[in-house]
């Protein structure tokens, strides 16, 4: 199985995001993208090792200070 997205969190410039993916062996981990032109740049190395998208989400919006303050 390929990796895929699951989930996708941009900031509010639009300029940076946060990916939610699952993993090839099913596992899941979030990365970090900057825009580059039109379109997003290479995705960061993984950022852990989750059971669910929903812990992934959790660990990024923990880690991730502008992904944090969007909850704010």
Known sequence: MAERIVREMS???????????????????YRRQERVGREWGPATIHA????????AETEARQRVTWLRDLSH
């Open 11 to 29: 900031s509010r410039c639009g300029g940076l995001r946060v990916i939610v993916v699952r993993r090839d062996d099913g596992r899941f981990t």
């Open 48 to 55: 852990g090792v989750d059971d669910s998208p929903d812990t």
